[in-house]
């Protein structure tokens, strides 16, 4: 898919930055060169040769100032898009958070993004979770540079689902992933298609989404990333935690609910925080979808573990709540061991494993609501079937000295392949996950939802009954000394696609790799 494209320039006004946000950044991660590779631009679509689209959005990445906490805006850089062609309901903007608007689509429809990079450094826009062509991916050798617009196209093939959209920007001096995103670009993306909609799930505003993201503040509000020195290299190794809860961009606040059931939606949005998820009551969570849409049925959890860049579809009945009561969606205290580092450093104000709420849900309403929860849900996408002839391809995930850690001893290289990354079109196979490092790893495969078959090793600690491996899912959290398999079907696209951790810092420092879907 290697064809040459002249890059076409836009004047566009070159963004400036602002200036707390920025300087509370060390030296060592301001700016970056761009790998070079094929550009989309004005005149060329990548990803989909079609004329008609039923869906047209311009999707700009830009400066901007928002409140965050009470006092000054905080500097942002954020997503904006406006609706050029398609449903009135496509966009919702997020008007009072750095959250870019949740784009809404339905299976089977073709749309066409035009993104436009209105900041100081390159930029891409990757679609988590979704199946789209490699060209469309929003992968690093696919730059959208500062003052261009790249034209993306793609058919959404998903089934129902809640997926996002964030930067993936990795240039020679290191990946910009986590800044840009921690930045404020990420945004939330619903597939709806007719097998969920037949299940009459509460919809509207019996429908939540949440958005969870740990940011720290200096004190006239600048969102702080890395502060310099010993701190900073910490935060690398271990991830970057901040030192307060932010829920869809702000602090945690109340909902005012009625004796209903609700469907609530929660992406963990955070650079490299893990959450447990419970309710204030001890109910069980009901679970209904994790990562690639519904489950085949609702599941009962004394708590669910929700690691970065995953998402999971959560039911709870209020009808039997009392008005005037609350209830809290909390993320409930766990043991980081040496998982998190800065639990054993004290530095920070919540440490990895941390207690906090991130929604109360004050019942204020009284309502005579009889919907029930379905039985069945998820049904019509069969499991990926493995046996025992099934090919496993094992990567090992292991520590390199100062520099973070590698997949099978190899670091982040560009779009260059080792022979044992190159896979078939068409082919299923297991993909092994051994984790030798003391710390837990959220993998993330671009490009396809896979099955996890199974689990061993790991220390059994103080999240292992909440892990979710039922359903489809994108990323998977590989806990320390464990081994998980993955089976996954290579369908549809040949190309370069990516594998990574999912810890954004992780990931900036090389731990990422591209791998090959031969045609
Ligand atoms: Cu959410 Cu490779 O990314
Ligand atoms: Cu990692």
Redesign the pocket.
Known sequence: MNRDKRVHRRTVLQAVAGTGFFLALSPGFLLTGCDGGVRATESVTLGLDSEEYDVELALRATPDSVPILPGTPSEVWRYKAELLKGPENTLTENTNSYLGPTIRLRRGQRVKIHIRNELTEDTTV?W??LHVPSDVD?QPRLPIQPGETMMVGFEVWDRAGLF?Y?S?AHGEQGGR?GFQSYAGLAGLLIVEDDEEAGLGLPSGDNELLLVLQDRTFAGANELVYLDGGMGAMMDRMHGFLGDRMLVNGVPPATRKVATRPYRIRVLNGSNARIYKLAWSDGRPVTLIGADGGLLREPEDRSYAVLAP?QRLDIWVDLSQSQPGSTLELISDSFQAGMMGGMGMMGSNALPLGSRSTLVGLDVAESLEVNEQLPAQLGQQRQRILVGSNTRIRTFELRPVMMRGFAINGRRFEGPHVADDEKVRLGDTEIWEFRNNTPMPHPM?I?GLQFNIVGRRGGNSDSLQQGLVDSGWHD?VLVMPRETVQLAMKFERFAGLF?Y?C?NMEH?DAGM?RYFQVQG
């Open positions: 990757h988590h979770g929003g996002w964030h993936h992933v860049a993330h671009h990323t990516i990574h999912h990931e990422m």
